[in-house]
């Protein structure tokens, strides 16, 4: 594999297609490793080890010569590290028809040199970059369709992104490289049913606050009528009640009265007056028109007499 630098600027790159070996001038690349074999100070390579005798096998079976569809000449760009792919926002229609504007990006590296330079040609990143969005595309299409579109609003869409990430390496591969990741960055629904989706949205829940504005008048009312059929049958048993108190107590106080009338007709005559002479005097403006003989004031002058 090619340092994990900075892209790398190889010059008349040499291919093999049957083992995927690179060679630019005196360095190569085999099986892609890490480091380059140096080819002209030997003594730098590494002695010992699986790699250095796989190395030496191949060098001792010839290398790739300059001429052929194998033999790139000028300069070469090649990048092995973990690039990014922005895609351009694609509309899926998940399980239950919503449609749905997805914007999703993918990283990616260059696995096979060869076989990447066979796919893309000439083209480079540029081509396998095209190449690679319709992959995910497609992807993205297959696996959001299977689901619905609740699924894809979520937070957690997790294992949705491991389906499609899973799926696009299967079909990357025929172009040497390799998808890392895909991420989905924004699932909404297309600006032309926005505002079709906000106003049956408000409309459904304005049918909500009108049903629980109905329910609670109607709870309110049911409440409202429990309280005054209780308040009107306490005020009755309390009339009820006081009637028969008062009831009782006049009862009492005329067996009272009549007791005592029986038992001295002249104390209770006197007290009888003394009742009048109360009631008719109270206030402080009180003018009575009586003729002195009358028996209004027969106790008051008995009184006077003693």
């Known amino acids: 594999m090619l340092p994990q630098t900075e892209a790398l600027l190889l010059e008349d790159v040499l291919l093999d297609a049957r083992d995927g070996l690179v060679r630019s001038k005196q360095q190569l690349w ?31 079976q010839g290398l790739p010569q300059d ?14 590290r973990i690039l990014p792919l922005d895609t351009m926002p694609l ?29 893309v040609g000439t083209g480079g990143i540029l ?19 299977s689901v619905t579109s609740n699924a894809v609003l979520s937070t957690d869409r997790i294992e949705l ?10 079909e990357s591969k025929g172009l040497g490289v390799e998808i890392v990741d895909v991420r989905i960055k924004r699932a909404d629904l297309p600006t032309q049913n926005l505002a079709a989706t906000f106003r049956r949205m408000q ?29 009107v049958e306490t005020v009755s048993e309390a009339k009820k009640e006081a009637e028969i108190i ?19 007709p002249e104390f209770y005559a006197f007290t009888r007056s003394l009742i009048a002479y109360e ?28």
Not at 69 to 75: D, I, T
Not at 161 to 170: D, Q, V, Y
Not at 246 to 264: E, P, Y
């Open 30 to 60: 085999y099986h892609f490793q890490r480091f380059p074999w140096n080819l002209e100070n030997p003594e730098e390579n590494p002695k010992f080890g699986e790699h250095s005798r796989q190395v030496r096998l191949r060098i001792s």
């Open 91 to 119: 509309e899926v229609t998940p399980l239950d028809d919503r449609r749905l504007v997805v914007d999703a990006f993918a990283r990616y590296r260059i696995i096979n040199v060869v076989q990447f330079r066979q796919a």
């Open 246 to 264: 008062r009831g009782t107590a006049d009862a009492l106080t005329t067996k009272i009265f009549a007791d005592a009338f029986g038992r001295d």
């Open 161 to 170: 992104m491991t389906r499609i990430t899973e799926s696009a390496k299967i």
């Open 127 to 145: 081509t396998a970059e095209s190449r690679l969005e319709r992959i995910l595309n497609a992807a993205l299409r297959e696996v959001l369709g």
């Open 279 to 306: 009631q008719s005097m109270t206030g402080s403006n009180t003018t009575m028109v009586i003729s002195p003989n009358s028996e209004f004031f027969d106790y008051i002058k008995e009184s006077e007499k003693e």
């Open 203 to 231: 409309a459904e829940r304005e049918r909500m606050a009108a049903d629980e504005r109905a329910r609670g008048q109607e709870a309110a009312q049911i409440v409202r009528a429990e309280a005054d059929r209780k308040a």
């Open 67 to 80: 001429h052929g569809s194998n033999f790139l000449p000028g300069s070469y760009h090649l990048d092995d």
